[in-house]
C-alpha cells in the first residue's frame, strides 16, 4: 500500500471515531423528559392566535386576535 494511501486511511479512521465519540456523548445523557402538566401550562410563550374564522382577503383588526398560552 501507498504511504500517501495509508496516511489518508488513518485520518479517515480518527475522524470516524472522533465522530462516533462525540455521537455517544451527546445521546448518552438524552433521558426523555417527565411532562409536569401544571407547571407546563403556568410557563410558556404566548402565542397569537385568531378568536374566529379568517377568510381569504380579510382585514385584521385587534379585536379579532388573542394571546393565549
Not at 10 to 37: C, H, K, N, V, Y
Not at 59 to 69: E, G, P, R, S, V
Given at each position: 500500500?501507498?504511504?500517501?494511501?495509508?496516511?489518508?486511511?488513518?485520518?479517515?479512521?480518527?475522524?470516524?471515531?472522533?465522530?462516533?465519540?462525540?455521537?455517544?456523548?451527546?445521546?448518552?445523557?438524552?433521558?426523555?423528559?417527565?411532562?409536569?402538566?401544571?407547571?407546563?401550562?403556568?410557563?410558556?410563550?404566548?402565542?397569537?392566535?385568531s378568536q374566529r374564522a379568517l377568510p381569504v382577503g380579510t382585514?385584521?383588526?385587534?379585536?379579532?386576535?388573542?394571546?393565549?398560552?
Open positions: 500500500m501507498d504511504k500517501k494511501k495509508l496516511v489518508l486511511l488513518l485520518g479517515a479512521l480518527i475522524i470516524a471515531i472522533g465522530t462516533a465519540m462525540a455521537a455517544r456523548s451527546m445521546f448518552a445523557g438524552a433521558s426523555t423528559p417527565e411532562a409536569d402538566a401544571k407547571a407546563r401550562e403556568m410557563k410558556g410563550p404566548k402565542v397569537l392566535v382585514i385584521i383588526t385587534a379585536d379579532a386576535l388573542k394571546f393565549q398560552m
